[in-house]
């Protein structure tokens, strides 16, 4: 089991910078693919980023690509995003989620929620105009 904490959210100008951590707990965290995901107000939640358990591979959805990167330090049980030049559209309650390793094997993991086992209570991020 994992337990994942959000921090860092807030509110900011655009094209300022904000950086989310997400702490968690269990021995097990290097063998988990670590993503975010953020749920604007009246919308569905969407994929945003997610590296692989050694950290050595990123995706990004195509709205971040070039101004959010994420990064982890297994040895801390941390991953981290930093986004910069933010903008109105990227206020939302961001999510961190655990997924790739189950039951003590790797398993599939995508861009897709349903891929992955264990989630944080979330953080607000609001970007004013």
């Known amino acids: 089991q994992v337990q994942l904490v959000e921090s860092g959210g807030g509110l900011v100008q655009a094209g300022g910078s904000l950086r989310l951590s997400c702490a968690a707990s269990?021995?097990?965290?290097?063998?988990?693919?670590m993503g975010w995901f953020r749920q604007a107000p009246g919308k569905e939640r969407e994929f945003v980023s997610r590296?692989?358990?050694?950290?050595?591979?990123?995706y990004y959805a195509d709205s971040v690509k070039g101004r959010f990167t994420i990064s982890r330090d297994n040895a801390k049980n941390l991953v981290n995003l930093q986004m910069n030049s933010l903008k109105p559209e990227d206020t939302a309650v961001y999510y961190c989620?655990?997924?790739?390793?189950?039951?003590?094997?790797?398993?599939?993991?995508?861009?897709?929620?349903?891929?992955?086992?264990?989630w944080g209570q979330g953080t607000q991020v609001t970007v004013s105009s």
């Open positions: 590296i692989s358990w050694s950290g050595d591979t990123t």
């Open positions: 989620a655990a997924g790739g390793w189950s039951a003590g094997e790797w398993s599939y993991v995508s861009d897709d929620e349903s891929t992955y086992a264990y």
């Open positions: 269990g021995s097990t965290f290097s063998r988990y693919t």
